[in-house]
């Protein structure tokens, strides 16, 4: 099982970034699909969730409106589109998959995202 995040970086504040994960060794399809991040000295969060056909999406209220998930189940692939983005948005992303009853997941070594001017 992998799940490769990629598309991190530096960006000034109010620019956007796309990041992606790339899964492979699980049945994708089926797997509920989120966005975590991690600032230094704080709990992971979870940003964002999409359910396993798409349907269905969540997001913590900061980022309604600027963030967006999506998935691509034909590529194996999750986005996070990130738009108008801040200081506090500085953090190391990781892509997790869930199974339907959460009793299997995994994780991504995860992607750094500076926002700094």
Do not use: H
Request: glycine share 10%; aromatic share 12%.
């Amino acid at each position: 099982v992998q799940l490769v995040e990629s598309g991190g970086g530096l960006v000034q504040p109010g620019g956007s970034l796309r990041l992606s994960c790339a899964a492979s060794g699980f049945a994708f399809s089926t797997y509920i699909m989120s966005w975590y991040r991690q600032a230094p000295g704080k709990v992971r969060e979870l940003v964002a969730r999409i359910t396993s056909a798409g349907g269905s999406t969540i997001y913590i209220e900061s980022m309604k409106g600027r963030f967006t998930i999506s998935r691509d189940n034909a590529k194996n692939t999750v986005y996070l589109q990130m738009n108008s983005l801040k200081r506090e948005d500085t953090a190391v992303y990781y892509c997790n998959a869930a199974n339907q009853v959460y009793t299997r997941q995994y994780w991504g070594q995860g992607t750094q995202v500076t926002v700094s001017s």
